[in-house]
């Protein structure tokens, strides 16, 4: 097991590994391509194994949560499980198409519930809202009562919102969450300020997009991250490092991210991620340098 970096997922005291894992990977047909029982039972202990301490996981990520119950649900003690709430329980999921999201109390409790069935597990650590709704839509239908009442029963342990903007202005302001899961990379930095500002406020911030949204890969050199990465000419700045590393140790730089969740169902990328994030941030100056050559391409923080 190694030694990963962690910091304190705010207000949770949570002691979480800078580098998490999402398991949208193990979402199999028909969203993604098919991944094995077999490949999904290796990839989840490597990832305990390596020391990731922090699994982020939804029912919108089709079996994604029945096999982190089938695999892993043995090894509880070692890792925080953070799944979503108001995904629509009950819906198949369709190629191409996002799911429904219902914020009803009904709705939100029965996933909830469902997801700890699937999980072998009697609570989550983490119940984020979906799909960024509303504080408007929360409060009309009862969801945030049935969290509540979740949290109450030990069910939950902290509640989180998965947000962007212009949203996740309001629900700092609500001042209810005491986590935030915001995309985030190099590539595209327009939650920079309002990710200050949530974790100025208390709140634990966790990052998606981190990896996936970043640098482009060999295969795929065109669309908006490929042209900001040459137009900022990052390629001279990165030395020894691969356009990958790069990319994630940006993100391991910014002070006010806890965590930041890669997916992969290869233990081969896993172990890149993890070596990675063994090597920490990047050196100030050339995080300076970087960030100053992102914003003239493009990439910047949005004004809060």
Sequence with gaps: MT???????????LQVTTLGYG??????????RDTTEAQAETILNAVLDAGINFIDT?????????????YISHRRSEYYLASKCGCLVGAPAIRGQTSPHVYTRE???AGVEQSLVRMKTDY?????F???PSRQTLEANGALDAVLELQAAGKVRFIGMSGTLPHLKDHIAMGMFDVFQ????????????????????GSGIIIRGGAAKGAPSEGKQSGLQWERWRQAKLDDLLGEMTPMEFILRFTFTNPDLDTTIVGTSNPAHLKANVDVALKGPLPPELYADAKRRLAAAGSAPRPD
Aim: no cysteine.
């Design 182 to 201: 915001i995309p985030y990379s190099a590539m595209e930095r327009e939650h920079e300020v309002i990710i200050a500002t949530a974790s100025a406020a």
């Design 3 to 13: 030694d990963l970096p962690r910091r304190q997922l705010g207000r949770t005291g």
């Design 58 to 70: 939804s029912i919108d990520y089709g079996v994604s949560e029945e096999r982190i119950g089938r």
């Design 23 to 32: 398991s949208m990977e193990l979402r199999g047909a028909p969203r993604a």
């Design 124 to 128: 989550l650590d983490l119940v984020q």
């Design 107 to 109: 709705n939100v409790v």
């Design 130 to 132: 979906h799909i960024s």
